[in-house]
Structures are given as structure tokens and as C-alpha cells.
């Protein structure tokens, strides 16, 4: 099973600032079957990422994917207040896992 | 727009059964890939199963595996989740997503609302 280890757990920040997330995989991630999904307090979560870098439909440029092998991370720049929320990182190369998450808090 | 309701959670108690339904509108059914993914109280994500677009193939999460089955009914349009002998650590939102395309290897781009399945004596 790929294990992924998002950091950092919680992340303080301020609406404007950019934000830098990190998930790292216990393997190498396949073609980059990396996703990255944002989820809001009683809501479901929404694709941001696909494919490690590409945006979902609808989702603002101000999030941007990176990485491969098994270092990825989700920028994303200027923050708004509705982005502050819960993220989490995603494999579907072999079988899904997903990351514990990381937590964007207002600073 | 693509929607996805889920039903069929509720308070269970150990050992017994319950079935889980997706309804799906807005895309062609049939040519999608489908999950179940649970999350626990105030835990992440967990992915439970998956189905061919086309029903012929079915995936289980070990945890779940031998006690889950996931269908579909295409002409209906709805996923389906049976669970059985169900134990305690099953309490969850479970969600159903749709896979970007008929094929495995691909992100879920959308997702229903969840429902809320409690295990408990």
C-alpha cells in the first residue's frame, strides 16, 4: 500500500498569504496519479488537482499542483477566506489512499 | 450539472445489514467508473470500493472486504453499496464519487453529499 504523509499537519495563516503543502509518498506515485481534494466543515470534498498539476473544472488559478515521483505539493496563492479548510492528497496509481490531511487555518 | 444523492444510512447495530443507494444525474451514467468512500467522525478519508463503469469488475478496501459489495444498475442510473456484518469501526459518512472517466486510474471529481451510517448496540 502507498502511504501518504501530508505536511504540515496545520497550517496558520492570513487571507493574501500564499500557502505551501506538502504530501509525500511512500513510494513512487504512478504517472503521477496524484489529486488533491479541498473539504470544508460539513461538506463533501471537491477535486481541486488532478494528474498532479492539473486543474479541475471550475476551480480559481490561484491553486497550482506540482511535484512527481514521490514529493507533490499544492500552492496556492493569495489566499480567499472560503479556502480556508481541510486538504488532502490523494493516490490512484495502485489502489486509493489517501492522506491524513492537512488543516488551513485563519491566522 | 452532475449530482449525486446519496441514501440509506442510519443507526444499525453490530452484526446487521444495510444497503446504500447513489442516485446519479447529469452525465452518462454507464460510462463512469464509480466509488464509495467513507469518512469517520472527525478523521480523513477512506476509500471502500470501487466498480467498472460497466459493473463486470469490483474492487474492496481489506477492511471491508468479504462483508461489502458494491453494484450498479445502469438502467437506473444508482450505485449501490450492501454492507454486512457490520462492526462498530463502520460508523461513517459514506460518500459515493464519480471517477473522471470509465477508467480505474483516475481522480473523483465529483462526489454526493454522504450519509451517515452509525453502528452501535
Known amino acids: 500500500e502507498i502511504v501518504l504523509t501530508q505536511s504540515p499537519g496545520t497550517l496558520s495563516l492570513s487571507p493574501g498569504e500564499r500557502a505551501t503543502l506538502s504530501c509525500r509518498a511512500s513510494q513512487s506515485v504512478s504517472s503521477s496519479y496524484l489529486a488533491w481534494y479541498q473539504q470544508r466543515p460539513g461538506q463533501a470534498p471537491r477535486l481541486l488537482i488532478y494528474g498532479a498539476s492539473s486543474r479541475a473544472t471550475g476551480i480559481p488559478d490561484r491553486f497550482s499542483g506540482s511535484g512527481s515521483g514521490t514529493d507533490f505539493t499544492l500552492t496556492i496563492s493569495g489566499l480567499e477566506p472560503e479556502d480556508f479548510a481541510v486538504f488532502y492528497c490523494?493516490?490512484?496509481?495502485?489502489?486509493?489512499?489517501f492522506g491524513q490531511g492537512t488543516k488551513l487555518e485563519i491566522k | 450539472q452532475v449530482q449525486l444523492v446519496v441514501s440509506g444510512g442510519g443507526v444499525v447495530q453490530p452484526g446487521r445489514s444495510l444497503r446504500l443507494s447513489c442516485a446519479a444525474s447529469?452525465?452518462?451514467?454507464?460510462?463512469?467508473?464509480m466509488h464509495w468512500v467513507r469518512q469517520a467522525p472527525g478523521k480523513g478519508l477512506e476509500w471502500v470500493s470501487v466498480i467498472s463503469y460497466d459493473g463486470n469488475n469490483k474492487y474492496h478496501a481489506d477492511s471491508v472486504k468479504g462483508r461489502f459489495t458494491i453494484s450498479r444498475d445502469n438502467s437506473k442510473d444508482t450505485l449501490y453499496l450492501q454492507m454486512n456484518s457490520l462492526r462498530t469501526e463502520d460508523t461513517a459518512i459514506y460518500y459515493c464519487?464519480?471517477?473522471?472517466?470509465?477508467?480505474?486510474?483516475?481522480?473523483?471529481?465529483?462526489w454526493g453529499q454522504g450519509t451517515l451510517v452509525t453502528v452501535s448496540s
Open positions: 464519487a464519480k471517477a473522471r472517466s470509465g477508467h480505474y486510474s483516475n481522480a473523483f471529481d465529483y
Open positions: 447529469g452525465f452518462t451514467f454507464s460510462s463512469h467508473a
Open positions: 490523494q493516490q490512484y496509481g495502485v489502489s486509493y489512499t
